[in-house]
């Protein structure tokens, strides 16, 4: 086993959206399978502190860690192929390095020096980049640099990786770069250029790229092989192709082909053995040669992004193995839901989940839907909002409160069965001041949820302010929706179900973000298994 830690870098050129977190991830399972300790972390270039405050339509999903940081959707992918959690230093930012930066000069530590890009932003960017390897509880640590090479927010991140190499010494440290080979249908070639032109732009950054995986949507011949190595300073078998995959679980099995972890091991000086990939493999064969098929409506306001709702898909192919099942998602905008066209949109639906969201937008479309599907006992999963949405519809159609509401969408309502959290009142900036991280819940053994997760305690991943206002529970629980679910300290309701319905099952923490390919969430795969029930009744 490496006695010191190795770094492996990832940059990207030519276009964004190549995949450099799946190439990551991919590379990180080969180690992973042959005994090494490996982690990923991900360098975000943009001035925002995390995500947290983004716009999903701007960067997709925001994923939370147990430990509580909002960070980049990337570390999902992480998490899903290693599974192995991930934690706040695998997630920094440009505005993060810069904040500590300030915040040090602040306190007068830098003893009146001018404070300069080089060495202090960069020796701060550094030192992130080296926290996880000198924690010890690594072998190997993989870096995604987001955005691609030549951009100018991205030149601090590509010195440190110059500087770094040198620092570490031979050996220690190698720099792949993911680039487009592009194919031009009216010349009927693959085209070089845009790499050459990438790596030299790298080269002008004072980094020579060791390996080029090259995505491409036809094989590379040998000649492109011999040709990119040539122009790029790189040995043939470190032109690795990445060829488009059906499902991006494929790609560590053609990575594997490619030799990508034996170019890899063989330049960082250890030892390569034959990966163990069985259960990964068994995963991938029963994700693919489904016994049956379900479709599950995904009711949310971001749908026309599959970003968006990451960790919620994924699960649902996790799920969909377990159970031999094809999930297919039909994604339904909640805003184009209503009373007079519910029944022609979910009608046909072996099961309904009501993604997570904020603010008010599309909600009256996620009460409608809810209404049908309990009231037609399809089976349904509400994930944050969706469980709040659930508690709302529950309140107006069956205790009869009409204008039961959230106070985050009408802070005047008279009934707000979903109210702002106590230690939120006093709460005035939005970034990083949620309810975060993973919390405590008690389960109800006779209940669903304490039936699926089979143990009386759990610990999931929040990111909320409001919650369901327990002067209200009596009331609701003695028309019929329990609560079965209930944080040990605060009592505060983190699951609702409707035990006269199939099944009905609400959850205030985000269930999608521990779901991965060996440890497919509990709650996915029962639902999965409740829509295929559901269908063959009917």
């Known amino acids: 086993m490496a006695t010191t830690t190795k770094y492996i870098f990832v940059t990207g050129g030519v276009t964004s959206s190549l995949g450099k977190g799946i190439i990551a991830a991919s590379l990180a399972k080969l180690l992973q399978a042959q005994g090494y300790r490996t982690t990923i972390q991900k360098l975000d270039p943009y001035i925002n502190i995390d995500p947290g405050t983004l716009n999903p339509y701007e960067h997709g999903e925001c994923y939370v860690t147990d430990d509580g940081a909002e960070t980049d959707l990337d570390l ?83 010195e440190s990786v110059r500087q770094l190499k040198w620092e570490l010494g031979e050996n220690n440290a190698l720099v792949i770069h993911l680039t487009l080979v592009p194919y031009l249908a009216a010349a009927g070639e693959l085209k070089t250029k845009p790499t050459q032109h990438s790596v030299k732009t790298l080269m002008e950054g004072g980094v020579q790229a060791d390996i080029l995986v090259c995505r491409t949507e036809h094989e590379l011949s040998q000649d492109i092989r011999h040709k990119l190595a040539r122009f790029c300073n790189v040995t043939p078998d470190s032109v690795i ?81 377990v159970n031999e099942v094809k999930v297919t998602v039909e994604s339904i905008h909640s805003e184009y839901l209503n009373e007079d066209n519910v029944k022609a949109m979910l009608s046909h639906l072996d099961g309904v989940l009501v993604a997570p969201g904020f603010g008010e937008r599309g909600i009256e479309g996620k009460i409608d839907a809810i209404k049908y599907v309990r009231e037609h006992n399809i089976p349904f999963f509400g994930i944050c909002l969706g469980m709040q949405m659930a508690v709302i519809e529950f309140s107006r159609n069956v205790l009869g409160l009409k204008d039961a509401n959230s106070s985050e969408m009408d802070e005047h309502t008279a009934n707000p069965v979903i109210n702002l959290m106590e230690d939120q009142k006093n709460v005035t900036d939005k970034g990083g001041t949620m309810r975060l991280g993973a919390w405590d819940c008690k389960l109800e053994s006779n209940s669903i949820v304490g039936k699926v997760y089979n143990t009386k305690t759990i610990k999931e991943r929040h990111r909320h302010r409001y919650e369901f206002n327990s002067d209200y529970k009596k009331q609701i629980e003695d028309k019929g929706m329990i609560a079965t679910g209930l944080n040990p300290d605060t009592n505060l ?45 009917n």
């Open 76 to 158: 999902g992918h992480y998490e899903r192929f290693l599974n192995v959690p991930t934690s706040q230093a695998n997630n920094v930012t440009t505005g993060r390095i810069y904040q500590s930066v300030i915040e040090k000069e602040r306190r007068g530590e830098f003893l009146g020096k001018t404070v300069q890009v080089i060495p202090h932003i960069t020796d701060e960017i550094k030192h992130r980049i080296q926290i996880l390897g000198r924690s010890g509880d690594y072998d190997i640590v993989i870096t995604e640099i987001g955005g691609t090479v030549g951009d100018i927010e991205s030149l601090p991140y590509v």
């Open 241 to 321: 192709q990445s060829i488009d995959a059906s499902t991006i679980y494929d790609v560590p099995n053609l990575m594997l082909e490619e030799g990508l972890d034996t170019v890899v091991l063989r330049k960082l000086s250890l030892e390569r053995k034959t990966p163990d990939l069985t259960q990964w493999n068994t995963f991938i064969k029963r994700h693919k040669n489904p016994k049956s098929e379900v479709t599950i409506g995904l009711i949310g306001k971001y749908v026309e992004l599959q970003d968006c709702y990451k960790s919620i898909l994924e699960a649902f192919i996790h799920a969909g193995a």
């Open 493 to 537: 309701v983190e699951i609702v179900e409707i035990p006269s319905h199939p099944w009905f099952v609400g959850v205030q923490y985000h269930p999608e973000y521990k779901s991965t390919v060996e440890s497919p969430h509990p709650l996915f795969v029962a639902f999965v298994a409740a829509a295929l029930k559901h269908k063959k009744n």
